[in-house]
């Protein structure tokens, strides 16, 4: 009987159908197509032009990409401070995430009550907990991390002040910030080890440690694939925690002599303080190709030292 | 290895464990107990040495000064608004995408879906300022539009219903055609509740994302009254130091009445970031 229907009016049914089909993805379509689609085209053609919003747009050929990497130091100083950045939070933050996530997934107490916690940063908005640690880093005795440091005998840290020490109170608050998320994907991915291979270890002998270093660790392998490529992608488009933590603190984004300026905050002071798009244009897109670039390294890094099983 | 020993090992272990993860734990709420805490002290107290999580004359005096000072009530329902809005269209439009993406057969349907995938992997940073410039052209700054008409439908949704939909049996879908049922009618009947879980897990999901959402609504709204919180807050403390109490105060309310409600909420949030981190 279906096949007969089919056969029998399948011409109309399927135009029918497809009026449905188009109907049902326009909006999500029409959307992407005004918002992304153009956009991304329209930013790759402002890059080759001078454009602020008040006057046409003036085709420059290559002159925004020749300046940004030739005469512009202010770019070499945002690359560098989100490659220390990136290089620092990213290992940081995945092996204290995955330390924590195996601990989480053993037999113990309170096991909701743990999660909980390392789960309240990943509510809170980056905006929020950035002025909280902003004002607990305050500088001499005044801060609440300062008079720790001063009751344990150390000497006090002029954290958000003393340039050379911006940018890593920067990342210790992105550790924190970003340490729950990874834990969770780690432990998801924790999860889908199956216990018959530590039975089988254990069989064999095998101590904690080697447990985790043969058993754990290369099994969790995509899942830290995964959570490597994202952790750098977001790292290299750090912003607001850089943004928060130093507002005020300079006529620029980028805090005392640039000390906090990053590839996007650099991006935002070109485009949205400066209104010099064509050129903020061009930093988009060399961030976009940065970050291709090094996602590519990741994988290719990771997948090279296969073991196979 | 005689039992004792095992056993004495086994504690020490357990006892790392512990040891490590209340370290850990105490980190991760230290700051919130420091800004709840400093929220309810006076001006006095706050300045005095040394800062102590002990409140001698606590006072809620700076909660009424800071919703007298600044239109705190309103940034809080631009938020709310915003996100309920955002979150309720995408439940919608991602279904209904999704749904057509995983079980219709139209032309070009394989080459639509992988350049809306693509959206996902572009850094929003690059559309950042053609947006911008249509959004300015359309008349949109300083307005509800911006913040919730180019997030209406966004391509992880569409991603996370088609994946979802996709493991519906064929049947059910067939059955209903045969049954008379037009295609509105399938996904509302058949589709919608089925997909429940997901749609739980998307729009949760979005509206923490629009609520906490800070750059887009840094470079369209430059009017106070449709500041969102995140906005507000970042408004706020570049005038740190002058308004010292008030930043903590004001981070105070756009903290935790959400963190409350999200912490009943967690098994969905971790749902929806597993999902993206597994499949991705």
Request: hydrophobic share 55%; proline share 6%; charged share 10%.
């Given at each position: 009987m279906p096949e007969n229907m089919k056969s029998k009016d399948g011409v109309v049914k399927t135009l029918i159908e497809q009026k449905h089909s188009y109907l049902f993805i326009a909006p999500a379509v029409i959307l992407f197509c005004i918002f992304v689609f153009i956009p991304v085209l329209a930013s790759f053609f402002l890059s080759f032009t001078k454009y602020n919003i008040l006057t046409h747009s003036r085709w420059v050929g290559l002159d925004n990409y020749y300046q940004i990497f030739f005469h512009d130091p202010r770019f070499w100083k945002a690359l560098r401070n989100t490659v220390v950045y990136t290089l620092g939070v990213v290992p940081l933050s995945i092996s204290i995430a995955l330390s924590l996530a195996v601990a989480i997934d053993q037999k113990i107490k309170f096991k909701n009550f743990y999660k909980s916690m390392f789960f309240m940063?990943?509510?809170?908005?980056?905006?929020?907990?950035?002025?909280?640690?902003?004002?607990?880093?305050?500088?001499?005795?005044?801060?609440?991390?300062?008079?720790?440091?001063?009751?344990?005998?150390?000497?006090?840290?002029?954290?958000?002040?003393?340039?050379?020490?911006?940018?890593?109170?920067?990342?210790?608050?992105?550790?924190w910030g970003g340490l729950g998320y990874n834990m969770f994907i780690l432990l998801a991915g924790l999860q889908t080890i199956p216990q018959v291979f530590y039975d089988a270890a254990e069989v064999d002998g095998a101590s904690s440690w080697q447990k985790f270093w043969y058993v754990t660790l290369p099994l969790l392998r995509p899942t830290l694939l995964f959570v490597l490529i994202m952790s750098v992608i977001n790292s290299f488009q750090v912003f607001e925690q850089a943004y928060i933590m130093t507002a005020g603190t300079s006529e620029g984004v980028g805090g005392v002599l640039d000390s906090a300026l990053t590839l996007v905050s650099y991006l935002y002071e070109k485009g949205f303080q400066r209104f010099e798009m064509g050129y903020a244009s061009a930093l988009a897109y060399i961030l976009f190709g940065i970050i291709f670039l090094v996602t590519l390294i990741n994988i290719r890094l990771v997948n090279t030292r296969r073991v196979e099983y | 290895m005689n039992i004792t020993s095992i056993k004495t090992q086994r504690s020490f272990v357990s006892l790392i464990i512990y040891t490590f993860l209340t370290l850990g734990a105490l980190t991760m709420i230290m700051p919130y107990i420091w800004m709840l805490v400093t929220s309810i002290k006076p001006i006095g107290e706050i300045q005095t040495y040394p800062p102590s999580f002990l409140v001698r004359h606590p006072t809620l005096k700076p909660y009424l000064e800071l919703f007298h000072l600044l239109p705190m009530g309103r940034y809080l329902f631009n938020s709310l608004f915003i996100a309920s809005i955002v979150a309720a269209c995408?439940?919608?439009?991602?279904?209904?995408?999704?749904?057509?993406?995983?079980?219709?057969?139209?032309?070009?349907?394989?080459?639509?879906?992988?350049?809306?995938?693509?959206?996902?992997?572009?850094?929003?940073?690059?559309?950042?300022?053609?947006?911008?410039?249509?959004?300015?052209?359309?008349?949109?700054?300083?307005?509800?539009?911006?913040?919730?008409?180019?997030?209406?439908?966004?391509?992880?949704?569409?991603?996370?219903?088609?994946?979802?939909?996709?493991?519906?049996?064929?049947?059910?879908?067939?059955?209903?055609?045969?049954?008379?049922?037009?295609?509105?009618?399938?996904?509302?009947?058949?589709?919608?509740?089925?997909?429940?879980?997901?749609?739980?897990?998307?729009?949760?999901?979005?509206?923490?994302?629009?609520?906490?959402?800070?750059?887009?609504?840094?470079?369209?709204?430059h009017n106070n009254s449709m500041r969102t919180v995140p906005l507000a807050l970042s408004v706020l403390n570049s005038q740190f130091g002058s308004n010292f109490a008030m930043v903590i105060v004001a981070a105070t309310v756009a903290t935790m009445p959400v963190l409350i409600v999200f912490l009943f909420l967690q098994k969905y949030i971790i749902q929806g970031i597993t999902m993206t981190g597994l499949k991705g």
């Open positions: 940063p990943i509510i809170t908005s980056v905006i929020a907990y950035s002025i909280i640690w902003r004002w607990l880093f305050a500088g001499e005795k005044y801060g609440l991390i300062n008079h720790l440091l001063i009751k344990i005998g150390s000497r006090p840290v002029d954290w958000l002040i003393n340039p050379n020490s911006i940018l890593p109170t920067i990342m210790i608050v992105a550790i | 995408n439940a919608f439009f991602c279904s209904l995408a999704g749904y057509a993406f995983a079980k219709h057969i139209f032309p070009g349907r394989d080459k639509i879906f992988l350049l809306l995938l693509s959206a996902i992997m572009i850094p929003y940073q690059v559309n950042l300022i053609p947006c911008y410039i249509i959004v300015k052209n359309l008349g949109w700054l300083n307005s509800f539009y911006a913040l919730i008409i180019p997030n209406l439908a966004m391509a992880f949704g569409v991603f996370l219903c088609r994946q979802y939909i996709m493991s519906i049996p064929n049947d059910l879908i067939d059955a209903a055609k045969i049954d008379g049922c037009s295609e509105f009618m399938i996904y509302r009947i058949i589709i919608f509740p089925l997909i429940k879980p997901a749609l739980a897990t998307l729009t949760i999901f979005t509206f923490l994302s629009q609520w906490n959402s800070f750059v887009w609504p840094l470079i369209v709204i």
